[in-house]
């Protein structure tokens, strides 16, 4: 009988905020299925008698076949994820292989929701998402750069909090200041913009300033970027972006 396939997020990667459910799951798992990387998150208490696999960036595809062939030898199987595992993370991937392998009756699955980068970033920068936002991811490993930059575009001019996500890489060094550009050039250079680095983690960062006089370089593949709307604004060393509260009721 093959044994539950669960696809669970970490969140950002303090043992505090991992949500109880997740937890549960990786106390009950028979096998452990992650990137490198994030399986290092994960308490090695927490791992000791599973059976474990990890593999590196751009061998998602290898991971899932691996976490589907733990579940179908009837190990209950857990596939981790940062943050939300169904935000950029394994959920889709592993939903969709089951689909293509024609197993979506074979093998039980169940996503386990964690506090996404962007939760945990906003709540370190103050309260910038009080209002509607967009979630950009900026790596062009499966989206092409026009694309990705027509929806950078599109939410600034819908004036939606933007938060990006994979904002550099070594390959990818210019795509954040052409995504600040854009944002600059609709809302000016007052508008405020958030750095959050590691986020919960002992080395996390956490830098405040405008699109005037952030800097690009401030950002690596660990930073999740926060770019305030039209409203938004510093309140103290904090980002504001006003839900409308005190204007309708004030």
Not at 44 to 69: C, I, Q, W, Y
Not at 165 to 172: A, E, G, I, L, M
Request: charged share 20%; proline share 6%; glycine share 10%.
């Amino acid at each position: 009988m093959p044994g539950r396939l669960t696809v669970i997020g970490l969140g950002p990667g303090s043992s505090a905020l991992l949500a109880p459910m997740a937890l549960s799951c990786l106390i009950q798992a028979g096998a452990v299925v992650g990137y490198d990387r994030y399986m290092e998150l994960v308490d090695p208490d927490l791992l000791k008698g599973k059976t474990l696999f990890s593999s590196p960036m751009k061998k998602e595809m290898e991971r899932t076949a691996k976490a589907v062939e733990f579940a179908l030898a009837g190990l209950d199987t857990v596939v981790v994820s940062s943050g939300d595992s169904g935000i950029y993370g394994m959920a889709g991937l592993v939903l969709e292989f089951l689909e293509r392998e024609g197993l979506l009756d074979v093998v039980e699955l169940e996503v386990v929701p964690g506090i996404p980068a962007l939760c945990a970033a906003a709540a370190l920068l103050g309260a910038p998402l009080m209002h509607d936002f967009a979630s950009i991811s900026l790596s062009d490993l499966l989206t092409p750069l026009p694309t990705i930059m027509k929806r950078i575009r599109c939410a600034v001019e819908g004036d939606f909090v933007i938060a990006l996500y994979n904002p550099k890489s070594r390959k990818r060094d210019s795509y954040l200041g052409q995504a600040l550009a854009i944002a600059t050039e609709h809302r000016g250079e007052g508008t405020p913009v958030g750095f959050v680095r590691n986020a919960y983690r002992p080395d996390q960062d956490v830098r405040v300033a405008t699109l005037g006089t952030c800097d690009p370089e401030w950002a690596d593949m660990l930073t999740t970027v926060v770019i305030g709307n039209s409203a938004s604004r510093l309140a103290g060393k904090k980002i504001l972006t006003p839900r409308g509260y005190f204007e309708k009721y004030g």
